[in-house]
T-cell receptor
Framework: EAGVTQSPTHLIKTRGQQATLRCSPI?????VYWYQQALGLGLQFLLW???????NRGNFPPRFSGRQFPNYSSELNVNALELEDSALYLC?????????????FGPGTRLTVL | AQSVTQLGSHVSVSEGALVLLRCNYS??????LFWYVQYPNQGLQLLLK??????LVKGINGFEAEFKKSETSFHLTKPSAHMSDAAEYFC????????????FGTGTRLTIIP
């Protein structure tokens, strides 16, 4: 069974540009989560999508947005990039989005903003 | 609000020695607790999870954790450390309900001394 996949592996952008990160969940999983792992800030929850709807959002500005497609894959968009957006962005998926559901993580996309 | 605290950002143990990584939680409702491991330049892998079924939880790679409500703790242990255990370990709590994000601790980097 294929795990969570993310693309691209690395992404280099300059300040002010937009970045698009993609995630494909494990087959059969309907929930997708996005987390940011920035140096010195730990793992921070960004967004949760389930059945195509945004269910919860972390404490991030509106320039962080995303969507979930009918096939349950997801896209994270970061507009007006700032230097502090440089981080590893991790996507996770779970079966139903329940409290006890295990979240399975992808390998991440490393975003570097110059 | 849910939170976890990991005591010790860095832990070093000798190969073959006991591994003990500490995690304390704060939760207004019965928590669901997780331990994840992250190897360099990789995503997170689930080691084990507590969902109120049994207080002693066995995970992969010989790790286990014990849920102690009286101490609000969920420490991770392994009887005998192996060089391959060198990684960063994260404790996380989910819930409480309806917004099933994971809230992570700050992580503990485990170093194994040959």
């Amino acid at each position: 069974e294929a795990g969570v996949t993310q693309s691209p592996t690395h992404l280099i952008k300059t300040r002010g540009q937009q970045a698009t990160l993609r995630c494909s969940p494990i087959s059969g999983h309907t929930s997708v989560y996005w987390y940011q792992q920035a140096l010195g800030l730990g793992l921070q929850f960004l967004l949760w999508y389930d059945e195509g709807e945004e269910r919860n959002r972390g404490n991030f500005p509106p320039r962080f947005s995303g969507r979930q497609f009918p096939n349950y894959s997801s896209e994270l968009n970061v507009n007006a990039l700032e230097l502090e957006d440089s981080a590893l962005y991790l996507c996770a998926s779970s079966l139903e989005g329940g409290k006890a559901d295990t979240q399975y993580f992808g390998p991440g996309t490393r975003l570097t903003v110059l | 609000a849910q939170s976890v605290t990991q005591l010790g950002s860095h832990v070093s143990v000798s190969e073959g020695a006991l591994v003990l990584l500490r995690c304390n939680y704060s939760s207004s409702v019965p928590p669901y607790l997780f331990w994840y491991v992250q190897y360099p330049n990789q995503g997170l892998q689930l080691l084990l999870k507590y969902t109120s079924a049994a207080t002693l939880v066995k995970g992969i790679n010989g790790f286990e954790a014990e849920f102690k409500k009286s101490e609000t703790s969920f420490h991770l242990t392994k009887p005998s450390a192996h060089m391959s255990d060198a990684a960063e370990y994260f404790c996380a709590v989910s819930g409480p309900f309806g917004n099933e994000k994971l809230t992570f601790g700050t992580g503990t980097r485990l170093t194994i001394i040959p």
